[in-house]
């Protein structure tokens, strides 16, 4: 695999060297407030170096980190600020009784689901590494997945003013979700990320308007190929495809 050398951005008088190596670290199954602490100490920790970088001397300067998280979590459900709260269709008992649990969270978007069988992706970028461009990171992230779900022989693609990646998004006959993504970025560092079902149990979606879309259904690899899937073949798939993309090296930290 290609990878475009560093370079250096110009930040006024002072210089920065670019990294495009971004550690990747596979939590496994991992309750989702312990990965969101987990996400805030490594974005916390870039934006300290980059508010330490803007008062250090330029041979004083230090490059900042990417990471790239891959888990999954027990059933829960996360409500991100834009969200409406009457989205999650059950109430505290209907959560215990189906042994979830639900956060109102610092990402954009409304609510959706993680559970076993997704794989969910926590990118946490200084896109100053990048590209300083909010939409296109986003849309790399979603090109990710399509080239992913191309592997298997799965056309996937984008629905306009749907963040996202969509089955059927051409015709629209039966458009399904098969990924749904959620982001924070402060100072071009970025948090969350993306959910994608794989060998997903689909009935607890029943539970909530997925992103706050009525109309529209959610899908999973396995149910589109009608077999479950090695969790890890298409991690490997799906973190090869990334790198291609933001012209990185992905090194396992």
């Not at 290609?2 to 990747?24: C, W």
């Not at 008062?55 to 027990?74: G, I, R, V």
């Not at 959560?95 to 069988?117: C, E, Q, S, V």
């Not at 990710?144 to 191309?150: F, H």
């Amino acid at each position: 695999m290609q990878v475009s050398p560093g370079y250096t951005l110009q930040k006024g008088r002072k210089a920065v060297s670019q990294n495009k190596t971004i550690q990747f670290e596979h939590l496994g199954l991992i309750d989702y407030k312990e990965a969101w602490d987990y996400q805030d100490k490594l974005f916390t920790g870039i934006l300290d170096l980059k508010s330490r970088n803007r008062n250090a001397a330029p041979d004083a300067q230090e490059t900042t980190p990417n990471y790239l998280l891959f888990c999954s979590h027990p059933h829960v459900y996360t409500l991100g600020k834009s969200g409406h709260e009457s989205n999650l269709l059950i109430n505290e008992e209907g959560l215990k009784a189906k042994g979830a649990t639900f956060y109102k969270i610092n990402r954009g978007g409304d609510i959706t689901y993680h559970g076993p069988g997704q794989i969910v992706g926590y990118p946490i970028l200084d896109l100053d590494n990048f590209f300083t461009d909010i939409h296109k990171y986003l849309r790399f992230l979603e090109e990710a997945i399509i080239m992913t779900l191309q592997d298997y022989g799965i056309e996937a693609g984008r629905i306009p003013g749907l963040t996202g990646v969509w089955l059927d998004h051409v015709e629209q006959k039966n458009p399904r979700k098969i990924c749904a993504m959620g982001v924070k970025c402060s100072r071009w560092v970025t948090m969350h990320g993306f959910a994608f079902n794989i060998n997903t149990d689909l009935d607890y979606f029943n539970n909530i308007v997925p992103c706050g879309i009525t109309d529209k259904q959610v899908t999973s690899l396995a149910k589109e190929l009608g077999r479950e899937l090695p969790m890890a073949e298409v991690e490997e798939k799906l973190k090869a495809h990334l790198a291609i993309l933001f012209e990185a090296s992905i090194t396992t930290h």
